[in-house]
């Protein structure tokens, strides 16, 4: 009896260690395969590298001539924090500035128009480019647009000595220096515009000669901008005056 006991007792305490020492082993097992797939291109050494991307806080944007604008690049991924760099380019030889033409991510740069307005509306393309890897950029467009006047009435009748009223509208003009209005025809006399100069939206008075014409007469009146249009005023045989868009 009491060696079948001690035979019993020695038997469960072998297939306890045995249990021990395998536990160990597996857990050695783990470790060695972690270390392993780590160091063989597994695990976080095998990740790689994020990609840098820029984006803007806007990519289309109207600027009148001599007025600003900000951008703002925004770069992922940038682990040496480096930034973009900025640069204008046009079809026109002015395309205007910007400055900084060097930020850091989420700083603004400020763009700046052509002083003078263009003949026509001008595209500039503003481009963020990353300082780390310069294969990585981003376009903003910019419409500096021209400026552009318009008149009303655009066609009127007015009897000779009379009066008629004119307005002039101008667009797309930073400065508001308005208009300047002149007459001019074939004759001696072509009546009188006063005030000779408006803001835009203010009328100006056209006077029409005091004497009626022998003939046909062709009288211009023009509202001098940047940009400029100009309207005939005629007098017929029988005194009154016609007024028509000439765009």
């Known amino acids: 009896m009491h060696i079948r006991s001690y035979i019993s007792a020695a038997g469960i305490a072998f297939v306890a260690l045995f249990a021990v020492v ?56 940038d682990s040496a924090s480096k930034g973009v760099n900025w640069t204008v380019s046009c079809s026109a030889t002015a395309c205007g500035t910007v400055s900084p033409t060097a930020t850091p991510s989420g700083t603004a740069t400020t763009y700046t128009a052509p002083a003078m307005p263009p003949a026509s509306d001008l595209k500039v393309t503003l481009t963020a480019t990353s300082a780390a890897d310069t294969t990585k950029s981003v376009p903003a467009t910019i419409t500096v647009p021209a400026i552009t006047t318009s008149i009303t009435p655009t066609s009127a009748t007015v009897q000779a000595g009379t009066t008629a009223q004119f307005t002039s509208t101008v667009t797309n003009d930073s400065t508001n220096k308005g208009v300047t209005w002149t ?34 007469l062709n009288v211009m009146t023009c509202p001098l901008a940047p940009r400029t249009r100009s309207y005939d005023i005629k007098i017929s045989e029988r005194s009154p005056f016609s007024a028509s868009s000439r765009e």
């Open 183 to 216: 007459v001019s025809c074939s004759a001696a006399s072509c009546g009188t515009v006063s005030p000779s100069s408006t803001s835009s939206g203010t009328a100006t008075t056209y006077t029409a000669p005091a004497m009626p014409p022998a003939s046909g």
């Open 22 to 77: 395998m536990s160990r082993f597996a857990l050695l097992v783990g470790l060695f395969a972690l270390v392993f797939s780590t160091g063989c291109g597994g695990g976080l050494a095998s990740t790689s590298p994020r990609r840098i991307s820029v984006s803007l806080s806007q990519t289309a944007a109207t600027v009148l001539a001599g007025s600003t604008a900000q951008f703002t690049a925004t770069v992922l991924n």
